[in-house]
């Protein structure tokens, strides 16, 4: 418990102090594996894994301008439930990076995309789904998203459609950032893919919405 919180204050401060970057933003953050993290076979054990990328999601949401919301609105994230493959080892005294990113929001429940990488090798991948709760209420992700917008008004590139409803947003972001597609799920689960050329790849996706309104945004 002491190793945890005084990793996680030492993992504020750092944030703090870097500099900040759009909620949708890829964050990295640079670590090595230490005698905390590693198992008898003298690498990172699976454990570790868990605790080192919730290290990354609390960097991202400090950078991101998050931690001010959480405080001033009462509200406190709630890790829902994850998965993670395991794809290398990571070796005692290793570099790596962490890579976190928010992938998808509707009005329940938002996503983390994380990697683990020594050097240019993907040592593990991670998904994660959170809610927000103030006491014992969800709070919907939007007001975060609402809040975001205004703390960063003009970093956000939106572009709403109108007849898209929030039953229809689909999780399609994963496959409009790897594979350079997009898709919509509609409320029958049929999937509709439109093509995106290799030269128009989106750098930035969004997805929420606001109102009655879903929200469709990308940055060229």
Known sequence: MLTYLIRIIWCTIAALLKSKKNLMSTFTLKRRCTLLDIDYNMHMNNAAYFSVLELGR???MVRAGLLKFFLSKNTIPICGGGQIRYRRSVQFMAKYTIRTRIIHIDEKTFFFRQE???GKN???TAMFRFFLRKGSKTVEPYQMIQHMAKADKGKYHVATTQELDRSRVALGLEACLENRVAGLMSRDEKVEWTKIAPEETPKVIELFADA?????SVEM
Do not use: G, K, T
């Not at 009655?212 to 469709?216: F, Q, R, T, V, Y």
């Open 58 to 60: 609390h960097d991202a």
């Open 122 to 124: 993907v040592a593990a």
């Open 116 to 118: 683990i990488l020594v």
């Open 212 to 216: 009655d309104d879903a929200i469709w």
